[in-house]
C-alpha cells in the first residue's frame, strides 16, 4: 500500500504544526508502510505532488481550518488535481485529518465536507475524515511538556550550586521533590487534556491502515469544560499579545 501525505498548513515547519502533530500521530498505526510526505502550499510543490498521487493506494490530506473552511492554496491545489485526475485516472481512497482552534471539532466539518464533495465529482473514494477541536491548546501544552525535561536540569543545576555554598541537604530535598512533583502534575494534565487526541487519532490511522470507509468524526480536549477552555484561550492570546507589545486599551477597543 503506497499512501501519500499532503501537508497544507502554511506554515514553516509542516510536521510541527498543530494539523501536522495531528496527522504524525495518526501514522503510528501505518509504521511499516511506504509513506511519502508533501508540502502543498506554493505552485511550485504542486506538480511533484500530483506525480506521486497518481499511483497512490491512500491520500491524506492535512490541513487547518480558516474561516471554516480550507486554505484557499489547498483548494488551489484541488482544482489542479481535477485537471490531472481527468487526463490520467486516479484510484486512491482519500482520508482528511483536519485541525482548528475552535473547543468544537465539528467546527472542521464544512472543510471536511469540501473534500468529500470535490472527492465525489473526480470519482474518488472519499473513506473519512478526523476533525479536532481546541488544537491551539493541544499544541501549546505539547511543547510545554517538552521544556519540563530543561527546566528541571536547570533547577537540578541550581540544586549543586546551593550544595557547593553550604546549604543542607534538606533544602536540596526539598527543590527536588518540588520539582518531581511539579512535573508529575504537569504531564497528568497533558495526558488528561491529549486522552481524545491520542484515542481518536491512533484509532483513525488503524482506519486508515485497513483502508476502511467511516463516517467524518471528530474530538476536542478532554476532561476540559467549554468555559474552562474559554478562559485559557482568552488568557493565552491576551499575554501573546503583551508579548507584541500590543497596548491594553487597544484589545478592550471596541
Known amino acids: 500500500m503506497k499512501i501519500v501525505k ?13 494539523s501536522g502533530y495531528v496527522t504524525n500521530l ?16 506554493f505552485k511550485s510543490e504542486f506538480l511533484l505532488a500530483l506525480e ?10 492535512s490541513t487547518p481550518v480558516y474561516v471554516d473552511s480550507l486554505p484557499s492554496h489547498l483548494i488551489e491545489f484541488l482544482e489542479l ?17 483536519s485541525t482548528c482552534g475552535f473547543f468544537e471539532g465539528k467546527q ?28 491551539e491548546m493541544l499544541g501549546i501544552i505539547r511543547f510545554t511538556n517538552l521544556l519540563l525535561p530543561i527546566l528541571i536540569v536547570l533547577i537540578q543545576l541550581i540544586v549543586g550550586i ?23 502534575v504537569s504531564v497528568g494534565l497533558f495526558l488528561l487534556f491529549s486522552m481524545g487526541l491520542f484515542i481518536k487519532s491512533i484509532n483513525f490511522g488503524f482506519i486508515i491502515r485497513k483502508q476502511k470507509i467511516v463516517k467524518n468524526r471528530f474530538t476536542t480536549v478532554w476532561f476540559c469544560g467549554k468555559y474552562l477552555f474559554i478562559f485559557f484561550a482568552s488568557l493565552f492570546w491576551i499575554i501573546r499579545a503583551l508579548f507584541h507589545t500590543v497596548l491594553i486599551s487597544k484589545m478592550f477597543k471596541k
Not at 506521486?52 to 490530506?61: G, L, S, T, Y
Open 6 to 18: 499532503l501537508f497544507a498548513s502554511p506554515k514553516k515547519h509542516k510536521k510541527l504544526t498543530n
Open 52 to 61: 506521486e498521487c497518481k499511483n497512490a493506494d491512500v491520500i491524506i490530506f
Open 108 to 135: 472542521c466539518n464544512l472543510a471536511l465536507e469540501q473534500i468529500k464533495l470535490w472527492s465525489e465529482c473526480n470519482n474518488l473514494k472519499y473513506c473519512g475524515g478526523l476533525g479536532v477541536g481546541g488544537s
Open 81 to 97: 488535481a481535477s485537471k490531472e485526475i481527468a487526463d490520467k485516472k486516479w484510484h486512491a481512497k482519500i482520508y482528511v485529518v
Open 162 to 184: 546551593i550544595q557547593i555554598y553550604g546549604f543542607s541537604m534538606a533544602v536540596s530535598s526539598v527543590f527536588i521533590v518540588t520539582n518531581f512533583i511539579n512535573l508529575f
Open 26 to 41: 495518526t501514522s503510528i498505526p501505518l509504521l511499516g508502510k511506504k509513506t511519502k510526505s508533501f508540502s502543498i502550499v
